[in-house]
């Protein structure tokens, strides 16, 4: 959340505590069930950002994604901020690129467009192209990796990388992991087609396939904390950036939402009360 102290602007963000995909998958193969629990958070804070928020990440992968208490988080929307300010048509640039660059990533002017083992074949081309569906196939990517314990292409440098996003087919993930439910395997593979066309439409349509499928693995319902009510913590700061913004009617409505929960947290009662002054 957002405050000021001593005058200057500070940001706080979320200490996760438990690494991040990428150190999981390092660790070895991942179970069925934390495979599907973690795909599943990973595509509900998708589905929140792309619907809520109208954000294309264009950079989904395990390094993005922090592990903790309550599973998974979605992070590092910083690519996705940078080229709505200013998206860059890489087919026609002719700007230098730094020689320090890994060759598994594009550079352009300086600015990282993607990791090109998670990219899907438009982004290569033109970033400006890229939406939900191409962020959809980076879940491919990771949802494939998961379950196999590698990703679907791999390669030594990025024009090689983009030959095989564009022109092979991946293997079946049955071919790496026998366990994986024949619709599961279907999913990620649809997840990865070359053309938006034959993805699934967006993250809201994958979550229902993944939480059908969860119930066909485990016979139960999928239950993520995600989709709970707003933890206490996260109202508390979000009514305090709201409140250091001078916002004062937004900061009210967080207020009383903690209070819905918390009828008798006079703390926030009084908060509320002060902020109503204020408005």
């Known amino acids: 959340f957002f405050h000021r102290v001593d005058g200057r602007p500070h940001l706080f963000l979320e200490y996760v505590e438990g690494g991040t995909l990428d150190d999981r998958l390092d660790a070895g193969r991942m179970s069925l069930q934390d495979c599907m629990t973690f795909a599943l958070q990973i595509c509900i804070g998708m589905e929140y950002a792309s619907s809520k928020l109208g954000l294309v990440h264009r950079d989904i992968k395990p390094q993005n994604i922090l592990i903790g208490r309550d599973g998974a988080k979605v992070t590092d929307f910083g690519l996705s901020k940078a080229a709505d300010v200013a998206d860059i048509d890489l087919s026609h640039s002719s700007a230098p690129r730094r020689k320090s660059v890994d060759m598994t990533q594009l550079s352009v002017a300086g600015a990282i467009t993607g990791t090109a083992p998670y990219m ?101 319902s999928f239950e993520s904390l995600d989709r709970a009510a707003p933890s206490i913590q996260r109202l508390v700061g979000s009514a305090l950036s709201l409140i250091s913004l001078s916002r004062f009617h937004d900061a009210a409505q967080r207020l009383y939402e903690i209070l819905q929960i918390e009828s008798k947290n006079f703390l926030i009662l009084k908060m509320a009360v002060e902020v109503e002054l204020r408005r």
């Open 120 to 220: 899907p074949p438009e982004q290569f081309l033109d970033i400006r192209k890229t939406d939900t569906q191409s962020d959809i196939y980076s879940f491919g990517v990771l949802l494939y990796q998961m379950l196999t314990g590698q990703v679907p292409f791999k390669a030594d440098n990025f024009l090689d990388y983009y030959e095989l996003h564009a022109n092979q087919a991946p293997e079946n993930p049955l071919t790496f992991n026998l366990d994986i439910p024949l619709t599961l395997s279907h999913l990620a593979l649809a997840c990865l087609a070359k053309d938006k066309p034959g993805r699934p439409k967006n993250f809201t349509v994958v979550r229902k396939l993944l939480e059908q499928i969860y119930w066909e693995i485990f016979g139960k």
